[in-house]
Every structure is written in C-alpha cells, then in structure tokens.
Nanobody
Framework: QAQLVESGGGLVQPGDSLTLTCVAS????????MAWYRQVPGKDREFVAS????????IYEPTLKGRFTISRDLEKKSIYLQMNNLQPNDTATYYC????????WGQGTQVSVSS
C-alpha cells in the first residue's frame, strides 16, 4: 500500500533554514508528480511547490519562489523542500502529496517559526 512519510519539521527562529523530507513507497514514484502543501489551523490547505515526473518541471507558489526549493531523489524515492529565511507566517503543517497520476497525502510535519 502507498505511504508518504514526512520528516524534518521542528521549531526554528526567524531567518533559519529547514529541509523537509518525504519518503515514498507503494507506488511508482519515478512516474508520479509530487508536491508540498501547507496548512494553518482554520485555513484551507495551500499549495507550496510541485515537481513533475521527469524531466522534473518545477512550479512554486509565487510568493515562496526564491526562498523554497523542491527537489527529488529517484534512488531514495524521496522529495525534499529546502526552506530558507523562514518567517513566522511560514508556521504550518507541511504535507507531502503524490499528485498525478497517483494521488495520495502524507500525514504532515509541523514547522513552527518563532523567536
């Protein structure tokens, strides 16, 4: 069965960097588009970034482009989200998603940015 396991969240200070990891299993990772989303309590889940199946076209939420970088490691069946210069409004639960053609969500990892 499919599984997406996120890790790397935590409590950081404004200006810090953090890298999230999502390890996939149970589906053809190499042929699937993948994405990161985030959600704050009481708000809709919002798109952060996506990576298509190879050749790995990248799409970012425009306000995050330049600070956040999504990448994929086919051998490790993982995607990553490198987040730089984190700010308090980046505080959210971050979710990994297998988006197309197979759709599945991970359980999320909490990122908290506070001084």
């Amino acid at each position: 069965q499919a599984q997406l396991v996120e890790s790397g969240g935590g409590l950081v200070q404004p200006g810090d960097s953090l890298t999230l990891t999502c390890v996939a299993s149970g589906f053809d990772f190499s042929r699937n588009a993948m994405a990161w989303y985030r959600q704050v309590p009481g708000k809709d889940r919002e798109f952060v970034a996506s990576i298509s199946r190879p050749p790995d076209d990248l799409i970012y939420e425009p306000t995050l482009k330049g600070r956040f970088t999504i990448s994929r490691d086919l051998e490790k069946k993982s995607i990553y989200l490198q987040m730089n210069n984190l700010q308090p409004n980046d505080t959210a639960t971050y979710y990994c998603r297998a988006s197309w053609p197979f759709s599945y969500w991970g359980q999320g990892t909490q990122v908290s940015v506070s001084s």
